[in-house]
């Protein structure tokens, strides 16, 4: 992946997120008919839902009504971390837009971001384990 050195700064061509009110989240649920437009199953009582912007912020999205929804949270997750989602689409537009102008590029660099946690060691046994040697097994002899 090409990454522009100018992509570190997280604002560059993004419209500030603005949250929705819990009220505006209900209207927004009650427009839909309580349909989940990205998988166009109904949104039951108890599954998660999160407000979306139906078109991402970072490609050029709104916070306008007309660019919310309420969908469930997976298929957010889905939509914006998916293969494809918007995340790599948005880090394909800015590197496509420095590359346009002109700007150097870096490559084989990792993502910016939120890496993945390093994992905390794993549990030991309290020591060390060893090989022993069983001791020999008698020998009955019958008389
Ligand atoms: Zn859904």
Known sequence: MIRCETVIF????????????ERQKLALHEKQGGICPLCNQPMLPGDKLTDEHLRALGLG?????????????????????????????IAKAKAQ????LGFKTQKGRP?????????????RASK????????????????
């Open 10 to 21: 997280e604002d560059v061509g993004t419209t500030p997120r603005k949250p929705l009110s």
């Open 61 to 89: 999205g709104s916070n306008a009504p007309d660019n919310r929804a309420m969908v469930h949270t997976p298929c957010a997750l889905a939509k914006t971390n998916g293969p494809g989602g918007d995340l790599a689409r």
């Open 97 to 100: 837009k420095c590359a346009s």
């Open 111 to 123: 993502l910016q971001g939120a890496p993945f946690p390093k994992a905390e060691p794993q549990c």
């Open 128 to 143: 060390p384990l060893t090989k022993t040697r069983l001791p020999p097994r008698p020998i009955y002899v019958e008389r």
